[in-house]
């Protein structure tokens, strides 16, 4: 059963910055397409991204040309790198592979305030 392990999140002010770290326990990333999804408080989990096993990214239009999406297979590490961050981007985000048998992590929390 692979684990997803999700860090790197915190408070940041907006305009700023933060890089979220998705770790599996096994090499799952040059296998499968994974995504970033995230939960705002009220709200129902969001797509906010994916990138292919061929390392082809798409992007929810809430978060295009803020957000990047790039994965190193060699460190079953998968990360999401969020510029101009802005307050309706707090929410909790998640890593998984979409359509797989995968249990969520337990995200990590991003809140963007002043």
């Known amino acids: 059963q692979v684990q997803l392990v999700e860090s790197g999140g915190g408070l940041v002010q907006p305009g700023g910055s933060l890089m979220l770290s998705c770790t599996a326990s096994?090499?799952?990333?040059?296998?499968?397409?994974m995504a970033w999804y995230r939960q705002g408080p009220g709200k129902q989990r969001e797509l906010v991204g994916t990138?292919?096993?061929?390392?082809?990214?798409n992007y929810a239009h809430s978060v295009k040309g803020r957000f990047t999406i790039a994965r190193d297979n060699a460190k079953n590490t998968m990360y999401l790198q969020m510029n101009d961050l802005k307050p309706e981007d707090t929410a909790v985000y998640y890593c998984?592979?979409?359509?797989?048998?995968?249990?969520w992590g337990q995200g990590t929390l991003v809140t963007v305030s002043s």
């Open positions: 998984n592979a979409p359509g797989k048998p995968i249990s």
């Open positions: 096994r090499n799952i990333f040059s296998i499968y397409t």
């Open positions: 990138i292919t096993s061929g390392g082809s990214t």
